[in-house]
């Protein structure tokens, strides 16, 4: 799909809840601590940036949300450091996060948004692992990336993860491009998982269970492929708001483990598949006040599921 296209869809989609979140009263926002340096420019944009100050994440981010994933120098530094997604809370439409991790202290409040957001070891908002024997087996930190789009309109990008094990049947690899254009609370994803053998696999694409502490509530349509989560309240902080689209096509269950509410997938190994991730914070930017509020948000996005043209 051509960027005019891409963003266009995202616009119209958002359009009618970005006019009613107008009208949404604004929002007790947590105490400033220490308000993080100017930025340059307040044009509102999209970024993707490589935080090799922070052994390698990669920040993403749009007016509405923000993210990051691990690089492989953290294994090291932070062993238990995986392949799920953070989601960062944001009250600003122009890039905050390099600041904000650049502060040394990306989970207090600066004034532009905040990550307390704990991915853990488990998925976070989004990322996956092969479903095999009743176990999601993930990889570890992403080993190599591309950045194919550093905005305005869009950030683009692809990472790889090494092979890894299948229990001791077999090994995958995986490449996943990311895609969040302006407007829209969804990072687009496409994904090639790769094995040594041949035969189908069931890929879970999972949402943390517990990132902020207690257990969030989920919404489930599995004919449409929709999972949201609305996490608990947290003191000061309000609270964080997850959603996948996956293709309902392709949906074997949706089940959980101890970490992850999972949307199970029949996956090709070679063959590109696409779903969408997306997160808000609630005393952020959307205006998501109220589950309700997410749900009919995640329920009125578009998906494309058609890969892109090689």
Request: glycine share 10%; hydrophobic share 40%.
């Amino acid at each position: 799909m051509s960027w005019v296209r891409l963003l266009a869809v995202a616009v119209l989609a958002a359009a009618p809840l970005a006019l009613a979140a107008q009208d949404t009263p604004a929002p007790q926002l947590p105490p400033i601590d220490k308000p993080l340096p100017p930025a340059a420019d307040r044009t509102p944009r999209a970024s993707v940036i490589l935080a090799d100050y922070r052994y390698d994440d990669i920040l993403w981010e749009n007016d509405r949300t923000a993210h990051r994933i691990y690089g492989h120098a953290l294994e090291a530094y932070e062993p238990p450091s995986g392949s799920g997604v953070d989601s960062w809370g944001k009250t600003v439409a122009w890039p905050f996060a390099d600041r904000q991790l650049k502060s040394g202290d990306q989970h207090g409040f600066h004034g532009e948004g905040l990550d307390y957001y704990n991915v853990g070891t488990s998925r976070g908002a989004g990322g996956l692992g092969i479903w095999f024997d009743n176990k999601l087996w993930t990889s570890r930190n992403y080993a190599a990336h591309r950045i194919l789009r550093n905005g305005p309109d869009a950030a683009d990008f692809e990472v790889d993860y090494k092979p890894w094990p299948v229990d001791v049947n077999r090994k995958v690899w995986e490449t996943r491009r990311f895609t969040l254009p302006m407007g829209t609370h969804f990072t687009r994803m496409v994904s090639t998982i790769r094995s040594d053998k041949a035969g189908p696999l069931i890929v879970g694409v999972g949402i943390a269970r517990k990132p902020t502490g207690a257990e969030g509530e989920l919404t489930v349509d599995k004919a449409r492929g929709l999972l949201s989560w609305w996490g608990p309240e947290q003191p000061g902080h309000g609270r964080m708001a997850v959603a996948l689209r996956v293709d309902p096509t392709m949906l074997v269950d949706v089940v959980k483990d101890a970490d992850n509410h999972l949307a199970l997938l029949r996956v090709t190994p070679g063959k590109p598949f696409v779903y969408y991730s997306g997160s808000a914070w609630s005393l952020g930017n959307g205006g998501f006040r109220t589950r309700a509020d997410w749900d009919r948000y995640v329920a009125a996005e578009q998906p494309r599921f058609a890969p892109p043209a090689r």
